[in-house]
């Protein structure tokens, strides 16, 4: 089975900083998805990566799927408090594009 | 557009009685999943419904959860009887599937919290 591994657990940054959040496939990635969660809540979608290489931006933050597609990459530029939550990397671990297998998630904090 | 929406936002229960939740998916989407969330950790898929009918519910520990789609719509997951470690927030989420742009959409969840 499929396993995503994300680093670091937890980011406490200052506002206005950048910082980057990782997740790591133990397999190839067919389909890689950033989620955002406030405490507590459901998840709100961010983006989806596909092809090796590919690199997608949406207001600050940019997230990257490397050549191999086994690892992605979520950076934020320029941090606000609005940007603190939960990001969870999910991956469909048969290529099918039907079910997704979630990391555990990153705990960003960004203080005013 | 509205959102999938799901109902109660809250429940606190004792062992061994049972819960109820209930999930209205976005309008059109086809597929549904749920979802159980534990503390700390990333949502794990309990089962997932194709209009109606069930795709994947091997990790739905089926002795004591169940869960319906009739008419391909709305949804139901109950848990009869409830154990201290269903404490979770349980999310519904749906999509309407087209080849490679299949992106899953949530609601708020249920957080559920068993005593």
């Known amino acids: 089975s499929q396993e995503l591994e994300q680093s670091p657990q937890s980011l406490i940054v200052q506002e206005g900083k950048n910082l980057t959040i990782n997740c790591t496939s133990s397999k190839t990635l067919y389909g890689l998805y950033w989620y955002k969660q406030k405490y507590g809540e459901g998840l709100i979608f961010l983006m989806m990566l596909q092809k090796g290489g590919e690199e997608k931006s949406h207001e600050k933050i940019t997230a990257k799927l490397d050549e191999k597609k086994q690892q992605s990459s979520l950076h934020i530029t320029a941090s606000q408090p609005s940007h603190a939550g939960i990001y969870l990397c999910?991956?469909?671990?048969?290529?099918?594009?039907?079910?997704?297998?979630f990391g555990s998630g990153t705990q960003l904090t960004v203080l005013p | 557009e509205a959102g999938v929406a799901q109902s109660p936002r809250y429940k606190i229960i004792e062992k061994r009685q049972s819960v109820a939740f209930w999930c209205n998916p976005i309008s059109g989407h086809a597929t549904l999943y749920w979802y159980q969330q534990i503390l700390g950790q990333g949502p794990k898929l309990l089962i997932q419904?194709?209009?109606?009918?069930?795709?994947?519910d091997s990790q739905l520990p089926k002795d004591r959860f169940s869960a319906e789609r009739l008419k391909g719509v709305d949804s139901t997951l109950k848990i009869q009887p409830a154990k201290l470690e269903d404490s979770a927030v349980y999310l519904c989420?749906?999509?309407?599937?087209?080849?490679?742009?299949?992106?899953?959409?949530f609601g708020p969840g249920t957080r559920l919290t068993v005593l």
């Open positions: 999910g991956a469909d671990p048969s290529g099918s594009a039907r079910q997704l297998t």
């Open positions: 989420a749906s999509s309407s599937p087209r080849l490679f742009t299949d992106t899953q959409y």
């Open positions: 419904f194709q209009n109606n009918g069930v795709v994947d």
